[in-house]
């Protein structure tokens, strides 16, 4: 995904309505300003940079540390890991947000995303912008996903909704792979409509979430503990 290390003038902020584009959803939501130094993964193939892995790892770290530090704070909770998303910033993608929900849950078992009215760990977001979908975080526990009309309207949306998912999850992007790979982002072309990811991409995730959460999980702990 196109990686950007905008400064405060060039924040997303960009709530501007489908009418813009005469074709596009009725509804949107400004996405929140970008804090200094965020790093967004774009869809779309670009020259890229040595900073998209390590940008990927900030969202996936953010993430976990915000579900690690709930459960110790409630550490009678449900076994289960799971991560709480928001989409009532993205109402015209609520179908493609729940679709791709399900798709991960059903593909993984290490980890699951429900919906929250409140306390999400991360958000989606909907608007217009020049640079299309992307997932933002600042790594310090700060994340979304903002999906583009424009760009959903030329991809398959679930698949982007999916594969912008799968950041939050840990997946890095793999442009260069085929179709039948999720990460492989907007890579294959706008024919690609595979929402699913591979053999490969279910393992990574599970693996991460088991590794990634005990050890976020530990050190959430021992954080409470000192209190």
Not at 137 to 145: E, K, M, W
């Amino acid at each position: 995904m196109r990686i950007s290390l905008p400064l405060l003038s060039t924040a997303v902020g960009l709530g501007l309505t489908a009418a813009a584009l005469g074709a596009g959803p009725a509804a949107s939501a400004a996405a929140p300003q970008e804090p200094v130094r965020a790093a967004q993964l774009g869809y779309e193939p670009s020259a890229g940079s040595g900073e998209d892995a390590a940008a990927n790892r900030a969202f996936f770290e953010a993430v976990i540390k915000s579900v690690a530090e709930k459960r110790a704070a409630n550490p009678s909770a449900a076994a289960a890991v799971t991560v709480y998303y928001s989409a009532t910033n993205a109402p015209s993608f609520r179908s493609q947000i729940s679709r791709s929900a399900q798709i991960w849950n059903s593909s993984v078992s290490n980890v699951r995303l429900a919906e929250s009215s409140s306390g999400a760990d991360f958000a989606y977001y909907e608007g217009n912008d020049s640079r299309g979908s992307y997932a933002s975080t600042d790594g310090h526990g700060s994340g979304y996903i903002f999906l583009d009309y424009r760009q959903n309207q030329q991809y398959d949306s679930t698949r982007v909704t999916a594969h912008e998912t799968g950041h939050v999850l840990g997946l890095p992007d793999h442009y260069s792979g085929p179709c039948s790979e999720l990460m492989s982002g907007g890579g294959p072309g706008t024919s690609c409509t595979n929402a699913y990811p591979n053999s490969t991409e279910r393992s990574r995730v599970n693996q991460l979430w088991a590794n990634g959460f005990k050890a976020a999980l530990d050190k959430a702990l021992e954080k409470t503990s000192r209190r």
